[in-house]
């Protein structure tokens, strides 16, 4: 250590300057001192000299590059192209650039070298001894010549350094503006001079950057096509410019903004007096936000420090905006509250996401009319000019403030289309003229962007992708630059990469150095493990039997299940997920593109790998019959003891999955049903009930864990995903709402629990840098829109704790609607906060790190590392933590990877990783949230769909509807733009205006607290009213849009419509058959597949029908006979409503239903009599009626739990009730000796003895509650 | 903000375990007893040492020991902005007070009994880590004074910036808002008798500042070890050729 602290460094140089203080206008004397050294490597890997740790300049590179300062600034997009490497990034260039660029993303920059990838390197010339001298040269005047002359100095050094091996090529802008006019006889000499100096030609030159790109990059047009359009767009700033300044010098009273009518916007603030004036408080700072449906409605939220955060600052309109685009960073000059106004959004409140409508004239309309020509630029203009666009209503005003300055651009790629005239104006044109170009974005907050193009005939029904430069004071559009095509417009492949784009997806293929640490793995040489793998990993190839459930045709198989007996009698259960972190080592190429990336983004029909394919696909997925690499969780559980966790192990293992099995395949062997052809399981039918009874285990155990998480307050929130079905050009065909089988939450809730188990360990052995994922409880006022709701309908809803919300929530369920009720959940879904990743080590606030919507104390993401990076990270930390106290990771090999995997990444590190994912996430879910809805759009746009639709908010002109079968919130206008009352469609038929002026007089629209109302003034009568939570018809459709995604529509249909008599028909036979499907999703239970397999089970089990029916008889009756009160579900009372009147199909229902969740009422009672004509016959045969119900059919074991858990929520304990341990205790029984229980006909045999003392116990319980549970008689 | 760069170096071009320079005169002051330089980088640091001489004020003479008084300023130049700087703020009573007592801690006072040594301790140049520069500064004049010390004091201060250790911040790493911490040290006796540090920071990180910034304080006594040997000999040659 004692040499590490004395110097290395070779000299010492102070330097004197004097600097200005603009604040307090004084001039201050800072004195600089400069260490020089020489031992700063060269970075080149072809060097030999230097240490090669740091070598990050390519070996075999074509040329190095070093910049200067100008040509950095104005042609950085060309050098954040991925195909430009090898340049060596000056410090002292970098640190003037970042001086200059003060609007720039500093971060963003900064990748350009310090991402290991793009090979790039930052070379400290101002402290290396041999560069430094020219750089504090006083006599020069500061700017280009001054860092072209450190460019020269580099080059040399570097030339010299490298002994004339690699081709070096400085590039030098001279001051002038004018790019191509460097003085060639100035290079010349230098390049004679430096070159001759070595004898050798060719391999230096100084070039100019136009040069260098004809004579490095002609042959790739994506860099000089980059290149051409960002000349011309610096060419014409500099046009801007000269004319600016004559127009200065001819403008002799010197007045700026003396150009009167040209300039649509006020001035920015110079960046000096933007900063004294937000430190002193009378500017806020903020990011811009803008509605994706109200475009002139601007939002910022202050950041200034010590500000209330719950200040909202209203700026509407393009002229109060001031050119600030969606995304920047802002100062805002609060307006006079007399000039404050209203947010038309505001009105719609809550619901936040109307789709109201904006087209292309819209967005046109403040600045692209004639009319506002003449607008003087003043505030009041401004706010006039906004009063039009808004409608006059009275309402609530906001404090509403103008743009004085941008703090900070953001910077993203938009997607864009050419304008609709302009087209048309262009296919007449000569091609390959240079155009002014309005080009239309996707995104519908961004303005129209002017384009300077010479390709423009290339760009003709085109998307493609551009980039905005800046917005001048006297233009009302941005301008901005092409940068690539995407694809002919409408095309589905282009939407796809248009969303991708819009989110910010990285697209591009795998680079190849990245793909050369990839393993090997070709029919010749196949991948195999490594002998010294098997020194330290656990093998559980042969002793644990191990497979894998996924949804149908994945690939990508993350995780694999296990469960094995110990001769003690305990089990083994174990996860075991993918051994990513294997393969991919920290700070690889590889792990950094993952990284990069975030995460795999799945889109309709395609997606975006995080990993290459052959690991995503193959060598990490856990595939069937190989053997794989994993990652294990194994819990050792007693079965005698309602599996309680014994002990956990982690650690590295080596697996065979011996079934690779999809949900619906292990649901059927888990509901014993005939598996059809392509479903069987290799290994004959002992094989077959072996895997069954592992199923029946995770099963019994998934379902212990759930009941206690929801004892914790667990909320079961549903977000339904759709389906497509495309056709061959990828139109979609056909859409439904995925189906949950209660196999999809087995496997879920294992996963939680693994993830659970991982997070506390991670967290117990890296308090201060441990990766988690935290979800925050929701703020209260996302509920507002709910307890609205909730009291139209006479719920009271308690948001207190998540367990208050689950037991409220749970209640509505014996709503008789489940619409409503589905309609409930998915509000409170969307009440909820996002859950995001977090690093221990940050300052954390007061929710920590509990995840409120699992009701967990420790969480993280640990099971899909192919498809996440989060996970890859935790799987390091978690072998790190365990490297500490597992007995299995000895031996040198394992020390070694050990260090390869320590939490190098400082905590700070750690958190801008976190920060990067939890962007990436957001990003990716985003994209395929964009993605579905453009395929529902699509869809609907070719078929017209009546749904059914429940009313969640009443707003003036109309109301909101929530569409349960899309998770749609769409507004319904019950007046359009000129105050005409829309009644709701009788047919088909377009609205006939003629009618509809006749009428409007008539018609009038009445808003009251919690209902609308349409008036007949004629007859003095109220013809339709609608209310919060009603049911109403509504037609979805969409229109198409030439530069946007499909628009949706939506028309509130009469019950009387066709379509809506016709759904309801649909519905109502749905219905005879069982409960719509959201119900089934939230109780976790299935909908019966209606297609293929099951069908032709269905039929071969008619017997089973009516054994099920007279079970349901007798076990009410059994009920009864027990209580003496007689009970009545309201489920059944529910289905007696919707017409399923005969007892063979309440039968039916309840079936399905599993009888088990369902809630029987003591206080209902009468209406069970009339569906059981023969309740008094089976009350005789009292307790021993129920030898073959359910028990016969292995499922119900586990779906018999649920219960219990409500049981236990109602009573507040946590711990599980004494007859619950009896009747677990029975469950398990018959799990683990499922054989048996096969033979037995009578299931009674394999009960304990004790059963009439467990009969007599739950008779008790019942007496001391009101309520009852139908599995009472079941124990029995 | 980076106060590291990609490639390891800080922004004056030092490494993170690397001192700034280091330069120091001794008798600098002739009517003083024993007066010093110390400069680190471009902090510069005076210290004049008058004693150990009669006490001033009678009531405060010790019996059994010396008495040490210790006066702390800043020139009105030494920082950029030229303003007056009381002796009496809180943090100049402060510094005094570091001073004093660390100094007291290695002069052997019970062997000056009824004396008083005044130190005085002037900043000529301020660029970071003042606090440890006045210490060297002050050591050696008291050395050059030849009051009794038990070992050489020697100071120098550390820091933690960009999850790195970073030695002998200078004023820029100083204001960049992370720990700063001041070790004096002993190191013959290997004994710690001064440690300073106005921040929380984790146990580990503390740690590894704390090591660092010793591993400084002992260069720091390698390097004034070096001056007072210099010093020494340029004495015994000028004695010598009087006795020729």
């Given at each position: 250590m004692n040499q590490e602290v004395t110097r290395k460094w070779l000299g010492r140089q102070v330097t004197r300057r004097c600097k200005l203080r603009k604040r307090s206008k004084t001039v201050v004397v800072l004195i600089q001192e400069v260490y020089l050294r020489?031992?700063?490597?060269?970075?080149?890997?072809?060097?030999?000299?230097?240490?090669?740790?740091?070598?990050?300049?390519?070996?075999?590179?074509s040329h190095y590059l070093i910049l200067d300062a100008e040509a950095l600034i104005h042609y950085l997009e060309v050098w954040e192209?991925?195909?430009?490497?090898?340049v060596i990034y000056l410090s002292s260039v970098v640190k003037e650039v970042v001086n200059r660029l003060s609007q720039h993303n500093y971060r963003k920059f900064r990748s350009l070298f310090t991402d290991r990838r793009r090979q790039s390197i930052l070379f400290d010339d101002e402290h290396f001894i041999y560069t430094w001298s020219l750089n504090r040269d006083r006599n020069q005047a500061a700017g280009a010549i001054h860092s072209g002359k450190r460019v020269e100095a580099v080059a040399g050094w570097f030339y010299e350094h490298l002994e004339g091996s690699v081709q070096i090529v400085a590039i030098q802008t001279s001051g002038e503006s004018d790019s191509s006019a460097v003085d060639e006889t100035f290079l010349q000499t230098h390049l004679s001079r430096l070159s001759i100096s070595d004898g050798k030609s060719k391999t230096l030159e100084v070039l100019n950057v136009e040069n260098y790109i004809k004579g490095y990059w002609n042959h790739d047009s994506s860099v000089s096509e980059l290149f051409a359009s960002l000349v011309q767009s610096r060419a014409e700033v500099t046009e801007a410019q000269k004319l600016q300044n004559d127009s200065r010098q001819s403008d002799v009273s010197g007045r700026r903004g003396s150009k009167g009518t040209s300039a649509y916007f006020k001035e920015h603030l110079p960046v000096h007096s933007l900063e004294a004036d937000i430190a002193s408080g009378s500017l806020r700072v903020g990011i811009f936000h803008v509605d994706r449906h109200e475009p002139l409605e601007g939002f910022i939220h202050p950041s200034n420090k010590g500000e209330a955060s719950k200040l909202e600052i209203f700026v509407p309109g393009r002229l109060l905006q001031n050119r600030a685009l969606p995304g920047d960073t802002v100062a805002v000059r609060m307006l006079e509250s007399k000039y404050w106004q209203a947010s038309r959004q505001n009105s719609q409140r809550g619901k936040k996401a109307g789709t109201k409508t904006t087209t292309e004239e819209d967005l046109k309309l403040p600045y692209l009319t004639d009319e506002v020509d003449d607008l003087p630029d003043t505030i009041n203009s401004g706010i006039k000019q906004v009063d039009d666009v808004q409608e006059k209503a009275v309402q609530e005003v906001m404090p509403t403030g103008e743009v004085v300055g941008i703090v900070q651009r953001f910077q993203r790629d938009y997607v864009a289309c050419l304008a609709q005239e302009d087209e048309e104006y262009i296919s007449h044109s000569i091609p390959g003229r240079r155009e002014y170009l309005l080009c239309v974005p996707m995104d519908r907050r961004i303005p129209m962007v002017r384009l300077n193009t010479r390709f423009a005939d290339r760009l003709l029904g085109q998307r493609f992708v551009i980039r905005i430069d800046g917005w001048d004071q006297d233009s009302r559009v941005p301008k901005g630059h092409f940068v690539r095509l995407l694809g002919p417009l409408g095309d589905l492949n282009t939407e796809t990469m248009a969303l991708l784009v819009e989110n910010g997806i990285n697209t591009s293929p795998f680079s190849s150095a990245s793909k050369q640490e990839l393993p090997e793995d070709t029919e010749s040489n196949p991948w195999l493990i490594p002998d010294k793998e098997f020194a330290y990993r656990r093998d559980l190839r042969y002793t644990h039997r191990t497979c894998s459930i996924d949804p149908p045709g994945s690939k990508d198989v993350d995780d694999a299940l296990s469960v094995s007996r110990l001769s003690s009698g305990l089990l083994e259960i174990g996860v075991h997920i993918a051994d990513v972190s294997y393969f991919v080592r920290q700070d690889s190429l590889l792990d950094l593109e993952a990284r990069a990336r975030g995460t795999t983004v799945y889109m309709v029909g395609k997606s975006w790998h995080m990993l290459p394919s052959i690991l995503s696909e193959n060598l990490c997925s856990l595939k069937g019959g190989t053997d794989r690499l994993a990652v294990s969780v194994v819990w050792t559980v007693d079965p005698e003891n309602f599996?309680?966790?014994v002990d956990v192990w982690f650690g590295r293992t080596i697996i065979r999955s011996k079934h690779q099995m999809f949900y619906a395949q292990a649901q059927a062997i888990v509901d014993r049903q005939t598996l059809p052809s392509g479903w069987e399981i290799s290994g004959g039918q002992d094989e077959l009930a072996a895997v069954e009874s592992d199923l029946l285990v995770l099963a019994s155990f998934s379902q212990l864990r759930r009941d206690l998480r929801k004892a914790h307050g667990a909320l079961e929130l549903v977000s339904s995903e759709l389906r497509f079905e495309t056709a061959g050009n990828k139109e979609p065909i056909s859409v439904d709402t995925k189906e949950e089988l209660p196999m999809n939450w087995i496997v879920a809730e294992l996963m939680i629990l693994a993830n659970s188990y991982v997070a506390k360990k991670i967290y117990g052995s890296f308090p201060s840098k441990a990766l988690l994922r935290r979800h925050a409880p929701p703020r209260l006022d996302n509920f507002t829109l709910l307890l609205e709701c909730c009291a139209a309908r006479g719920f009271t809803l308690d948001t207190s704790s998540n367990k208050a919300l689950a037991n409220s929530l749970d209640r509505m369920r014996d709503s008789n609607d489940p619409l409503v009720e589905s309609a409930f959940r998915a509000l409170a879904t969307r009440a909820m906060s996002e859950a995001e990743y977090c690093s221990t080590g940050e300052q954390s606030d007061a929710s920590g790190v509990y995840h409120y919507g699992l009701a967990l104390e420790f969480y993280t993401h640990f099971t899909s590392p192919i498809r996440r990076y989060a996970d890859v990270i935790v799987h390091r930390m978690l072998l790190a933590a365990c490297g500490e106290d597992s007995d299995l990771v000895k031996g040198n090999d394992v020390i070694s990877a050990k260090t390869n995997l320590t939490l190098d990444l400082p905590s700070q590190e750690l958190q801008e990783v976190v920060h990067h994912l939890n962007e990436r996430h957001r990003n990716s879910k985003r994209a395929q949230k964009e993605c579905n809805e453009l395929y529902l759009l699509m869809f609907l746009q070719k078929h017209a769909k009546a749904e059914h639709a429940v009313v969640i908010s009443i707003f003036s002109k109309g109301m909101m509807v929530f569409v349960p079968k899309y998770d749609l919130r769409v507004p319904v206008y019950l007046q359009d733009k000129k105050g005409n009352v829309i009644l709701p469609a009788e047919d088909d038929s377009e609205l006939d205006t003629e009618e509809l002026f006749s009428r409007a007089d008539s018609h009038i629209l009445v808003k009251e607290p919690g209902v609308v109302k349409i008036n007949d003034s004629k007859i003095g009568k109220t013809i339709r009213e609608y209310r919060l939570m009603d049911s109403v018809w509504v037609q979805l459709r969409a229109d198409g849009s030439r530069a946007h995604a499909p628009k949706l529509r939506v028309r509130l249909l009469s019950p009387t419509h066709p379509d809506a008599r016709a759904s309801k028909l649909l519905s109502s036979t749905r219905n005879q058959k069982g409960i719509p499907s959201q119900l089934y999703t939230l109780s976790g239970h299935s909908v019966p597949d209606k297609r293929g397999p099951r069908r032709a089970v269905k039929k071969s089990t008619v017997k089973d029908k009516k054994q099920a029916l007279q079970d349901i008889v007798k076990m009410v009756a059994v009920e009864e006979a027990l209580q003496t009160k007689p009970i009545v579900s309201t489920e059944l009372d529910s289905l007696k409503r919707k017409g399923a009147m005969s007892v063979h199909d309440v039968a039916e229902d309840f079936k399905r239903l599993k009888v088990a969740s369902i809630y029987l009422d003591v206080e209902s009672s009468s209406s069970l009599e009339m569906f059981f004509s023969d309740v008094s016959s089976a009350r005789e045969q009292g307790a021993k009626v129920f030898s073959n119900l359910t028990l016969t059919d292995g499922e119900n074991v586990a779906d018999w739990m649920p219960l219990t858990s409500r049981m236990d929520v109602s009573e507040g304990s946590l711990q599980p009730e004494p007859w619950f341990m009896e009747r677990l205790r029975t469950v398990r029984e018959r799990t683990l000796d499922r054989a048996a229980k096969m033979r037995a006909t009578n299931i009674w045999s394999t009960l304990p003895n004790d059963t009439e003392k467990l009969k007599n116990r739950a008779k008790k319980e019942m007496h001391h509650r009101g309520r009852a549970h139908v599995f009472s008689i079941w124990l029995e | 903000m980076d106060f590291i760069s990609p490639e390891g170096l800080r922004l004056d071009g030092r490494r993170p375990f690397e001192l700034r320079q280091l330069h120091a005169e001794i008798g600098v002051l002739d009517n003083a007893d024993g007066s010093a330089t110390f400069e680190m980088g471009n902090t510069k640091v005076i210290a004049v040492v008058y004693g150990p001489r009669e006490v001033q004020n009678r009531s405060q003479q010790q019996l059994d020991h010396a008495l040490v008084r210790c006066e702390y300023s800043m020139a009105t130049f030494s920082t950029g902005d030229r303003r007056r700087r009381g002796k009496g703020d809180r943090r100049g009573t402060e510094l005094s007070l570091v001073i004093r007592q660390t100094m007291e801690a290695a002069i052997l006072t019970n062997l000056l009994p009824r004396s008083q040594i005044d130190i005085f301790v002037q900043v000529l140049q301020a660029d970071g880590g003042t606090r440890a520069c006045c210490i060297n500064a002050a050591a050696l004049a008291l050395a050059d004074a030849g009051i009794p010390m038990r070992d050489l004091v020697a100071s120098c201060s550390a820091g933690y910036l960009n999850s790195t250790p970073l030695l002998d911040l200078n004023y820029l790493e100083d204001s960049g808002g992370g720990p700063d911490l001041t070790v004096a040290l002993f190191s013959k006796l290997d004994k710690v008798t001064l440690l300073q540090m106005d921040a929380k920071v984790p146990l580990d990180v503390f740690e590894k500042v704390m090591n660092l910034a010793s591993e400084g304080a002992k260069a720091v006594t390698q390097f004034l070890r070096e001056i007072l040997m210099e010093n020494t000999k340029k004495l015994a040659f000028a004695k010598e050729p009087l006795k020729v």
């Open positions: 020489d031992d700063i490597p060269c970075g080149s890997s072809v060097c030999q000299l230097c240490s090669q740790n740091s070598a990050t300049l390519p070996a075999h590179p192209l991925p195909q430009i490497t090898g599996f309680e966790i | -």
